[in-house]
């Protein structure tokens, strides 16, 4: 079992940066791939990146790229996401998630169902 808490959201300006961090709980932290995603209201969940177990690759959806940076520091459970550059459609609730590995045959890693264990979100809110 894994638990995964978000924090650091909040209301920036456009233009402005957020450092959101997920604090995580189970053994299988440190070797599963991590995903970010985000809802903003009405719309679908999205994809926002991705980090391997060990942190060498990351990969980001367009809309988050050259923008936002993924890390983890395995020693603390923690994986990060860095948002800079933020923009009013940046808007959402934030969810990182947990990629145990299990096999999913035909499911993409941008694809939630990727994905084991979830967060409860963290709300963004950027200003114009």
């Known amino acids: 079992q894994v638990q995964l808490v978000e924090s650091g959201g909040g209301l920036v300006q456009a233009g402005g940066s957020l450092r959101l961090s997920c604090a995580a709980s189970g053994r299988t932290f440190s070797s599963g791939a991590m995903g970010w995603f985000r809802q903003a209201p009405g719309k679908e969940r999205e994809f926002v990146g991705r980090i391997s177990w060990s942190g060498g690759i990351t990969y980001y959806a367009d809309s988050a790229k050259g923008r936002f940076t993924i890390s983890r520091d395995n020693a603390k459970n923690t994986v990060y996401l860095q948002m800079n550059s933020l923009k009013p459609e940046d808007t959402a609730v934030y969810y990182c998630?947990?990629?145990?590995?299990?096999?999913?045959?035909?499911?993409?890693?941008?694809?939630?169902?990727?994905?084991?264990?979830w967060g409860q979100g963290t709300q963004v809110t950027v200003s114009s």
């Open positions: 998630a947990v990629d145990t590995g299990r096999p999913r045959l035909g499911v993409p890693s941008f694809d939630g169902r990727r994905y084991d264990y």
